[in-house]
């Protein structure tokens, strides 16, 4: 559905305007350079996700966001239709690479969707600390409104879990901010949008490799078998030398929008 609308960033007072896939087709590769330049390169080699990228970004290029300042992409956001069960309480461990698969399944196999999924929200550097994360998560509830859809689910990363590996994130989830809202910004953003916190995905990425590419990853060395803390990993990684296998499986937290359609 055409969604070149004029909107205006109200709190950061930047008027940008959404375009999607389908209506700027031209954006693809600077829109995916976007989304890819915020994570570790590690993050970038999940096999389920590698393996429906495609598919995704050609079946649901109506539902790939580029929120433009002028003709800069200001933030990108990358969702998925799927259809899910009303009861939360089911969405699965297995958080992102579940959906992935599942969006792509539901859609060859003709079933209706009732839920938009969120996969990311990057806001481009130049445009950080404007708002532009909340702006960009009330564009995925507006859009779920537009499809009437019921509900956006997302596995959320939480984007300050990076700095405090050792805790577990059923800790870190509660952790408070002076004014009694969640310390993780993300998680502060979804709550004052009115997202519901629902569950700990633990196996929402599972993202194996060799020794040598967790090396080449990374840049660090893992001179002996053990848990490692790498940057930007939410939990540590796993190596062990013998099987010459290096592991790291992301937690994420589901959190439920309840959109009015
Ligand atoms: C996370 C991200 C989307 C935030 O976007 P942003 O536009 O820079 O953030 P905003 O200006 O909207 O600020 C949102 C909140 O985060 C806080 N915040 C922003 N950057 C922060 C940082 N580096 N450290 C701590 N808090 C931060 C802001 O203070 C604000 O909280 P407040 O309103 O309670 O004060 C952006 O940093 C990003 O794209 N990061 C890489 C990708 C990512 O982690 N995406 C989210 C998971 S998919």
Same mark, same amino acid.
């Given at each position: 559905m055409p969604s070149e609308t004029p909107h205006v960033a109200s709190s950061a007072l930047t008027p940008y305007h959404v375009a999607t896939l389908s209506e700027r %087709?031209? &954006? &693809?590769? =600077?829109?995916?350079?976007?989304?890819?330049?915020a994570?570790?390169?590690?993050? =970038?080699?999940? %096999?389920?996700? #590698?393996?429906?990228?495609?598919? @995704? @970004?050609s079946y649901f290029a109506g539902d790939q966001l580029s929120l433009l300042v002028g003709d800069k992409i200001a933030a990108v956001v990358n969702m998925v239709p799927l259809k899910v069960d009303a009861d939360f309480g089911k969405l699965p461990d297995t958080g992102?690479?579940?959906?992935?698969?599942?969006? #792509?399944?539901?859609?060859e196999a003709g079933i209706r969707p009732n839920a =938009? @999924?969120?996969l990311q929200v990057v806001v481009a550097k130049e445009f950080r600390g404007k708002k532009f994360s909340g702006i960009a998560t009330r564009e995925v509830i507006a859009h779920a409104r537009r499809h009437k859809l019921e509900f956006v689910v997302l596995p959320v990363r939480p984007n300050e879990k990076h700095l405090y590996p050792l805790i577990p994130m059923a800790d870190y989830i509660h952790w408070k901010n002076p004014e009694g809202l969640p310390f993780d910004s993300w998680l502060r953003v979804h709550k004052r949008l009115g997202g519901d916190m629902i569950s700990i995905?633990?196996?929402? @990425?599972?993202? %194996?490799?060799?020794?040598?590419?967790?090396?080449?990853?990374?840049?660090q060395s893992f001179p002996g078998s053990g848990r490692y803390i790498v940057p930007f990993a939410l939990n540590p990684i796993d190596i062990d030398l013998e099987r010459d296998r290096g592991l790291y499986v992301e937690p994420n937290v589901w959190v439920v929008h309840h959109v009015a359609v």
């Open positions: %087709p031209d &954006l &693809l590769n =600077l829109h995916q350079e976007t989304g890819g330049s994570w570790p390169e590690f993050m =970038l080699h999940d %096999p389920v996700a #590698v393996a429906n990228w495609g598919k @995704m @970004m992102v690479d579940w959906g992935v698969e599942k969006s #792509v399944s539901d859609h =938009l @999924m969120g995905c633990h196996k929402s @990425m599972i993202i %194996p490799g060799t020794v040598g590419e967790w090396g080449d990853w990374t840049g």
